[in-house]
């Protein structure tokens, strides 16, 4: 069984990152698993429990994580707090510092929040032996260099879990669970899909990966922008072939030429009926002029060799 112990957490304000350090042999055990569950793209798994991760990675790795050897009454909290977020995942408004300190107060009884240490980091070494004035000047000079830190004094996961909650909620950040790998995230904005690495493909984040599926559906479902792409990648396959600058001129021209057509459907002066025609008559003029181009450099060997 999980004993209560104190273990700081430490927040860098500046990185938005997060650091753990505890002597519980249990609580290291599980939180070497938030590395490589919120993982991101091209990063091996060279990251340590002691270092860092983005915000809110520990609290929301501990409460996707089943069975958990805790006390009844940390479960209990845990199981609440997830219900609060899934107010915040629907309603934005959920997501707000009153409203959360409201919940943590009256919902889960607890009246006090961890100790805090608010300091700063200079990485640039200010020396003891010059005066005031040089150095806040040198203060100034290599501002890019300090870091503003928090360290709380926590006594159980649960306290770890608030204070990031509450992190969160104080850069105006919401909630979400993305919707393709379904981890809890910090969202700046409407984003649906996280940042950390998508399921399907490892280089690749959720935004990316879904994104392109959505782009791909989008165009299939586009009539006007499939044959667009049909057309202009059998352009470019000459293009790259026979490397003439002629065949460039034609993609470029039908390039620009697409372009009017669409400025004039959307501003309601063609119908897309005529977009589509446009493409059909291209299309079909492309093909016939490079049969007519093929002939005649057919023609043109058949001559060469009977000379």
Partial sequence: ???????????????????????????????????????????????????????????FYLLDLPNLNFDEDIILKLELIKSFLSYCIENDKYCNNKIFLTFVRYILKINKLPIVDIFATDKSNISNETELNEKLKFMLDNIENIEIQRSYECHDIVDLIIISIFEIFSKEYSIKKCRNCHKYFFNRNSNKYCSYTSPQNSKKTCYEYCNDISYVKKRKENPIRKKYTEISNMLRSRCRYHDRESDWEVLRNFGDDYQIKMQDLNNGKISKEDVLNFLDSSKIQFENEYKKKKEERKNGSSRNNKK
């Avoid at 042999?25 to 919120?38: C, D, F, P, R, T």
């Fill in 1 to 59: 069984m999980y004993n209560k112990i104190e273990f700081i957490y430490n927040l860098n304000n500046d990185l938005e990152c997060e650091i753990i350090n505890t002597e519980n042999s249990y609580l290291l055990e599980i939180l070497e698993g938030a590395e490589k569950y919120y993982s991101v793209p091209n990063i091996s798994n060279n990251i340590k429990v002691k270092g860092k991760l983005a915000l809110g990675n520990y609290a």
